[in-house]
């Protein structure tokens, strides 16, 4: 099946600084998403990005579906911003599982 | 919209008890799912519905089953739980068809439910 993976696996980040969390896949994703679970264990929709960028405030997403990776950047993190986030693999036409990744877990300190 | 809402949020259980999980959506979606999701780990499909009336098997369906009879409804039953059980379930829906027509799979997650099965 489709592999997803993630780096880092860890990061820890001064409050304001910026980060980039990189996914690699390993075949052709026609849906991808991201996520961020927050330490409540809340699963936040942040993109749904089969390809391109898209912004959202501090946040933006930039998938290159020919070149299989994915990117997320966080501008200005706060420490909101903890927790673990998740590349995923969507289900599409005639798949109906989810492909995660493992995740990369972010500290934001003050 | 609520989007996607999972009742109840808590619940404890004692081994060989039942118990029905409700998930509800309102976004008019075909597909629903119910996942669980244990310590550090990502999300294991349970069983899934592509349409109203209709389920089918995920990866980890023992011990579990399922309905739909409504499209905006998607029940997780647990028949004789066991402390093997104890996790946090994971609603979730997608599939829209969109006002352009294009098909949309964004998947939409409810809050969960933090089951213990002692």
């Known amino acids: 099946g489709i592999q997803v993976e993630q780096s880092p696996p860890d990061l820890i980040l001064q409050e304001g600084a910026n980060s980039t969390l990189r996914c690699n896949f390993s075949d052709s994703v026609n849906n991808l998403q991201w996520f961020h679970q927050n330490p409540w264990g809340q699963l936040i929709n942040l993109f749904y990005i089969p390809s391109g960028t898209k912004q959202n405030g501090r946040l933006s997403a930039t998938t290159v579906a020919t070149e299989r990776y994915s990117l997320l950047y966080i501008s200005s993190s706060q420490t909101t911003d903890s927790g673990v986030y998740f590349c995923v693999r969507t289900p599409g036409a005639g798949s109906y599982q989810l492909t995660f990744g493992k995740g990369t877990k972010l500290s934001v300190i003050p | 919209n609520a989007g996607v809402t999972q009742t109840p949020k808590f619940r404890v259980l004692k081994t060989g008890q039942s118990m029905t999980l409700l998930c509800a959506q309102d976004m008019n ?4 799912y119910w996942y669980r999701q244990d310590p550090g780990m990502g999300l294991r499909l349970i069983h ?71």
Do not use: I, W
């Open chain 2, 29 to 32: 979606h075909e597909y629903m």
């Open chain 2, 48 to 118: 899934y519905s592509v349409g109203e009336g209709t389920t089918a098997k995920g990866e980890v369906p023992d011990g579990y089953n399922v309905s739909r009879l409504k499209k905006q409804n998607f029940l997780l039953g647990l028949e004789s739980a066991a402390p093997s059980q104890t996790s946090v379930y994971f609603c979730a829906s997608s599939l829209t068809r969109e006002a352009s027509l294009a098909l949309s799979y964004e998947q939409y997650f409810g809050p969960g439910t933090r089951l213990t099965v002692t």
